[in-house]
T-cell receptor, first 113, second 114 residues
Framework: DGGITQSPKYLFRKEGQNVTLSCEQN?????MYWYRQDPGQGLRLIYY???????QKGDIAEGYSVSREKKESFPLTVTSAQKNPTAFYLC????????????FGPGTRLLVL | KQEVTQIPAALSVPEGENLVLNCSFT??????LQWFRQDPGKGLTSLLL?????REQTSGRLNASLDKSSGRSTLYIAASQPGDSATYLC?????????????FGTGTQLKVEL
């Protein structure tokens, strides 16, 4: 089955700890995205990547880092610099271009202990 | 900065009713607009994508229209069913580093009752 997988489904972070969220896609998409969703707010873009080995900051990149070493994978690290990390994190991918549909994974819920 | 508003924030209708969800956006310089549904605790499911050159797009019981110049889109759901209960999100897309940046509204929470 083609799609986007995210793991883990739930993640707990201790104070001062870095944690990494996994996102994998087998849709052969060039572009991948990370969004954050908070209650009562629209999804906000954290980072995006249009091609392997290249990525750009979105609207709320502070306290986060990413890598794109393979086309299929776009992991997100939530660093200790992110002071309010509790949220639902969604990964998406799309073909290149301005009118490409974005497809989303099932999400990872990050909680702080 | 693009701002997206969805009205109503919540809607409850009896099964079988036709309904319209509204989306407005402040910057008309968009290339497309996507409608999604989100079930509680789940990811987003893409419903329809309308290109900026199109006026409407249909998929089954769903019809989405786009009036780019006035900054409005509507999602029409015909003959609603309990399985349509979800939050519906609209997201206009604009140019971003050669790609497509979506800006999301906070959604309309729909409940279809038996």
């Amino acid at each position: 089955d083609g799609g986007i997988t995210q793991s883990p489904k739930y993640l707990f972070r201790k104070e001062g700890q870095n944690v990494t969220l996994s996102c994998e896609q087998n849709l052969n998409h060039d572009a991948m995205y990370w969004y954050r969703q908070d209650p009562g707010q629209g999804l906000r873009l954290i980072y995006y990547s249009q091609i392997v080995n290249d990525f750009q900051k979105g609207d709320i990149a502070e306290g986060y880092s990413v890598s794109r070493e393979k086309k299929e994978s776009f992991p997100l690290t939530v660093t200790s610099a992110q002071k309010n990390p509790t949220a639902f994190y969604l990964c998406a991918s799309s073909m290149s271009g301005l009118v490409a549909t974005q497809y989303f994974g099932p999400g990872t819920r990050l909680l702080v202990l | 900065k693009q701002e997206v508003t969805q009205i109503p924030a919540a809607l409850s209708v009896p099964e079988g009713e036709n309904l319209v969800l509204n989306c407005s956006f402040t910057d008309s310089a968009i290339y497309n607009l996507q409608w999604f549904r989100q079930d509680p605790g789940k990811g987003l499911t893409s419903l329809l994508l309308i290109q900026s050159s199109q006026r409407e797009q249909t998929s089954g019981r769903l019809n989405a229209s786009l009036d780019k110049s006035s900054g409005r889109s509507t999602l029409y759901i015909a003959a609603s069913q309990p399985g349509d209960s979800a939050t519906y999100l609209c997201a206009p897309g604009a140019l971003m580093g050669g790609g497509n940046k979506l800006t999301f509204g906070t959604g309309t929470q729909l409940k279809v009752e038996l």
